[in-house]
């Protein structure tokens, strides 16, 4: 079997501070999808390159400090690593990292990608817009010649299940129409799977992945599912058990961990 985990760290020295490590050490994955790492290369020098046993690989934010930031963390070493996806705007803010596990038998991709927010204002809305547009062709590129599995905060809930209060949240950032849709597209044009959802395709609240800070959002379970693997068909496949771990909080995102049936 392969175990994967992604997890929005929100902050790697912090996530780490409340125990995150630790569960990893126990849980024991192949591999750990980060996104918001929030730390330069010197803030992972002496500390970070491993992570529970596992060897780091990171693409940071050139942009600003303490900002974004991906990784993956792997038991196995990788035939290549390819930092960014070849869009200036967007790889400065450290958003993409695919690691390829390349074998006679399988061409294998795995991704941590970290997909903008556009909560803070119609100017950030517009460049996740730009984010979509652009990242939708790199996709369906990669598909054609590669199995993979991408995972990460894409920072948009699919469907009404998807959400505790989706009626309210209509016109905010994150399950906008046009989001929604380009999910739509990925899952329905392109044939990529949403693997949590080919597993438990009905669950609402305990599919929930993100909780805001305010209003006692994470006691109440007023959640977003806003984290994903998303795989190319036979690999989607092959899925065979998932995991939102809610025990602890490590941050303001739930680690999601699936389990295929296959090993590198």
């Given at each position: 079997?392969?175990k ?7 902050g790697?020295?912090?996530a780490t501070a409340?125990?995150?490590e630790?569960w ?5 994955p192949?591999?750990i ?5 929030k ?20 693409h940071?934010?050139s942009?600003k400090?303490?900002?974004?930031g991906?990784?993956?963390y792997t ?5 290549e690593v ?20 390349d074998?006679?038998?399988r061409?294998?991709?795995v ?7 556009g ?8 460049a996740k817009?730009?984010?979509l ?5 790199v996709?369906?590129?990669l598909?054609?010649?590669?199995e993979?599995i ?6 948009i809930a ?13 016109k905010?950032?994150?399950f ?7 999910m739509t ?12 959802r ?11 992945t ?21 795989a ?9 058990t ?10 303001d995102?739930?680690?999601?961990t ?5 090993a590198?």
């Open positions: 079997m392969f994967l985990t992604s997890l929005n760290l929100n790697i020295r912090s409340k125990g995150a630790a990893l050490e126990k849980n024991r192949d591999c999808c980060v996104q918001e790492i730390a330069q290369a010197p803030d992972l020098a002496g500390r970070f390159e491993t992570l529970a046993g596992l060897r780091g690989h990171f940071l934010a942009v400090k303490g900002y974004s991906v990784g993956v038991r196995h070493e990788p035939s390819i930092a960014g996806y070849g869009v200036g705007e967007f790889d400065a803010e450290g958003r993409y990292l695919e690691l390829r596990f074998t006679p038998r061409k294998l991709s991704i941590s990608a970290y997909f903008p927010s909560s803070s204002g119609p100017e950030r809305q517009a817009f730009r984010f547009d652009g990242f939708y062709p996709l369906a590129r598909k054609a010649g590669r993979f991408l995972c990460g905060d894409l920072n699919h469907k009404e299940i998807d959400l505790k209060n989706w009626k309210s949240n209509q905010n950032s994150g906008l129409p046009e989001e929604r849709a380009w597209r990925v899952i329905d044009d392109m044939g990529l799977v949403d693997v949590y080919r597993l438990r395709p009905d669950t609402t609240g305990e599919a929930y993100w909780w805001s800070n305010r209003g006692q959002a994470y006691a109440k379970n007023v959640g977003w599912r806003l984290d994903y693997h998303l190319t068909p036979a690999t989607g496949q092959l899925a065979r998932e995991a939102i771990y809610k025990d602890e909080k490590f941050s995102h739930a680690p999601l699936i389990e295929y049936d296959f590198l």
